[in-house]
């Protein structure tokens, strides 16, 4: 038997760059039958409708998702004792991360005193720990599964054809990826859910209808699959990401056209909450202090793209700093209406810039985001910073579990203390060149690396599934 009827739903901007603009079904199109659709309300929607297996939009209706994410919130806090993570979320949607990063006895009863009336008000803050109590829960699950009927306009383009597989990359937090796993099911479809990010099955919720496989990043995520999901080993494959694939083919190209004609530190800024002008600051006065031969280097500067709403300054103004400079990609996004603390999908970041930005860099600094971990696969230096930042109670490593182990790749290092920073600077600046067999070694335990690409590895999934299907 051969798998060779596909759907593939694409249900977010950021999946058209990071699938689309990748090629990263262009095995599985090959050997099989494969349909596109898509949300409707995507800004890249024109995009999508190009491509070549682009079979139609669905629509998604706000209100049933404004439910979905209540129940997925809901189960997420009854689980937060599997991952810390869990915690932090509902402390960022309730508001409660302003509280806690209070210091003081009577600065946070003020703040509790102030946020308590949000709290009531808002969906996401004491709605959710009452909902979740363990008396109340059930039956808060079984009144808000039956309001959630399931997306009319998906299930139609699910029953247009005789599919085989539904493919759909998630970030484990979405109505459309819910309803095709329970779509699968009633019409008797297998279900492969493509788990888009690092942190995604730490962060987001549990999965309260599991697809019948999932494909991840690397070992880390299976077993948190296991450990936190429920799901079997047989049913999550490692299969790696389509958007780090660059980072090893142009790794021995070093001729690469570089973005500046200087060596800097590299500052990548998080989606989270951090005060980044405040640690460039600090990062400043830590390389003013350097050996004269360091001293003399500039600090680029790149916000994400997609920041979330901070206590602490977000602007940057060049004339504020005497090294440090805006990176040029963002700077020209914010020149055509980017802005800091939103979250704008129109903007999606080309994936060939990032390994041409790390390559020049010296060493990577940040708090705990992605990009540190890409600069690690960059083969660079990497600082974590992972200090409280007497703003935001989301500074240090303990609510982060997905970057435990990190220390293990080689020039990694996370700086918990800012007093220790400008030594760090220093080691990394000095260190030899970190060796690729080494670093691959530790970041095989995150990143599973196919030798033929991502492409080649999600076909060889899908071809595996088709196996298991038709074994009796």
């Known amino acids: 038997m051969s798998v060779n009827r596909i759907l593939v739903a694409i249900t977010a901007d950021i999946y058209v760059r990071n699938y689309l603009r990748t090629e990263a079904f262009s095995v599985v199109c090959e050997k099989n039958r494969v349909d596109l659709i898509a949300d409707e309300s995507l800004a890249l929607s024109q995009e999508v409708a190009g491509h070549p297996q682009f079979a139609g939009f669905f629509r998604t209706n706000s209100a049933l998702d404004r439910r979905h994410h209540l129940l997925f919130s809901i189960i997420m806090w009854r689980n937060r004792k599997k991952s810390p993570t869990f915690t932090y979320r509902w402390m960022r949607n309730s508001g409660w991360d302003n509280v806690s990063a209070e210091q003081g006895p009577g600065k946070k009863i003020r703040a509790f005193l102030k946020w308590l009336p949000g709290g009531f008000a808002n969906p996401l803050g004491i709605r959710i720990l009452l909902l979740g109590n363990p008396i109340i829960f059930p039956l808060a699950k079984f009144l808000l599964l039956n309001r959630l009927p399931v997306n009319a306009s998906l299930a139609s383009a699910v029953r247009a054809n005789d599919y085989d597989l539904l493919v759909f990359p998630s970030a484990a937090f979405d109505s459309v990826s819910v309803d095709l796993t329970r779509l699968g099911k009633s019409e008797k479809i297998t279900t492969l859910c493509l788990v888009d990010n690092w942190d995604n099955l730490t962060s987001k919720t549990s999965f309260w209808a599991k697809p019948d496989y999932l494909g991840v990043w690397g070992e880390q995520a299976i077993e948190q699959a296991h450990r936190i999901h429920g799901f079997s080993s047989e049913r999550v494959h490692a299969v ?15 001729g690469l056209d570089p973005i500046y004609p200087f060596h800097y530190l590299l500052f990548v800024g998080s989606a989270m909450p951090f005060d980044e002008i405040g640690a ?43 090294r440090t400079v805006l990176d040029r990609q963002i700077a020209e996004a914010y020149a055509e209406g980017i802005r800091p603390e939103r979250t704008e999908t129109r903007f999606q970041p080309k994936l060939d810039y990032y390994p041409r930005l790390f390559q020049g860099a010296s060493v990577v600094i940040g708090p705990l985001t992605t990009m540190l971990f890409e600069g690690a696969l960059a083969l660079k230096p990497v600082i974590g910073l992972a200090y409280s930042d007497g703003h935001h109670a989301n500074t240090s490593r303990r609510y982060f579990s997905h970057f435990d182990g990190v220390e293990r790749i080689p020039g990694f290092l996370l700086c918990e203390d800012k007093s220790g920073l400008q030594d760090m600077i220093s080691e990394s600046l000095l260190r030899e060149p970190i060796d690729p067999q080494l670093s691959d070694q530790a970041t095989r335990y995150f990143l599973h690396r196919s030798p033929f690409g991502y492409p080649h590895e999600l076909g060889s999934l899908v071809s595996s599934i088709q196996t298991n299907v038709a074994a009796p």
């Open 280 to 322: 460039l600051h600090t990062l400043e006065r830590a390389v003013e202090g350097l050996a004269p031969v360091f001293n003399k280097l500039t600090i680029v500067y790149r916000p994400h793209p997609w920041q979330q709403k901070r206590r602490s300054p977000s602007g940057f103004r060049e004339e504020d700093f005497s």
């Open 240 to 254: 790696g990401t389509p958007r780090f694939d660059s980072y090893f083919s142009e790794r021995d190209q070093p």
